[in-house]
Every structure is written in structure tokens, then in C-alpha cells.
């Protein structure tokens, strides 16, 4: 299993930036897919950005050109950029891989956006 550990959170204004960090155990990280998910109080986990071992990047429509997923092999991290945050993206983000069939996540970060 994947260990992975998240940081970054933390309180900041409507309008503000995060960068989220997801820094994953093991030699053979280049190759895993990666993605972050959030979960809001009383709602379910929903995905918000996923990015490939080739790099390629997706987004869920409402944080799309907000939000930008990117990983640094070399560090065995990726991250999640926020940007024009709103209150709506208030939530626990987590990270989470998924390798030979086998799903990890991480113990999530909070984030809270609020004036």
C-alpha cells in the first residue's frame, strides 16, 4: 500500500490561493495515477482533479481554470493549486492513488474559505 500524506491547508479569504501538497512512499510514484478528492459536511467525496503518470490533467467542471493539478516525480509529490477560491470550496481535500488495484488515501487537509 501507498503511504500518503497531505499539506497545505488552512484558512483563507474568498478570492485567495492555496497550494496543496501530497507527498506519497515508495520508488515506483512516476508511474501511479494521482487525484484529489474533497468532502464538504454532509455531502459525499467528489472528485476534483486527476492527473496521470504521463502527466495528462483533468478537472471536475467547477474548479476548472481555478484549479491546476501538477507532480514532481523527482519529489514523489503532487499538488493541487488553488486559486480564486470560494466559500463553496470549503472542505477536507484528500489525495489518493490507486496501485495494483489496491486504492490509498491520504488523512486529508482541511481547507476553508471565509471572510
Known amino acids: 500500500q501507498v503511504q500518503l500524506a497531505e499539506s497545505g491547508g488552512g484558512l483563507v479569504q474568498p478570492g485567495g490561493s492555496l497550494r496543496l501538497s501530497c507527498a506519497a512512499s515508495?520508488?515506483?510514484?512516476?508511474?501511479?495515477?494521482m487525484a484529489w478528492y474533497r468532502q464538504a459536511p454532509g455531502n459525499e467525496r467528489e472528485l476534483v482533479a486527476a492527473i496521470t503518470g504521463g502527466g495528462r490533467a483533468s478537472y471536475t467542471d467547477s474548479v476548472k481554470g481555478r484549479f491546476t493539478i501538477s507532480r514532481d516525480n523527482a519529489l514523489n509529490t503532487v499538488y493541487l493549486q488553488m486559486s480564486s477560491l470560494k466559500p463553496e470550496d470549503t472542505a477536507v481535500y484528500y489525495c489518493?492513488?490507486?496501485?495494483?488495484?489496491?486504492?490509498?488515501w491520504g488523512q486529508g487537509t482541511q481547507d476553508t474559505v471565509s471572510s
Open positions: 515508495g520508488s515506483f510514484f512516476a508511474s501511479l495515477p
Open positions: 489518493k492513488t490507486v496501485r495494483s488495484g489496491q486504492e490509498s
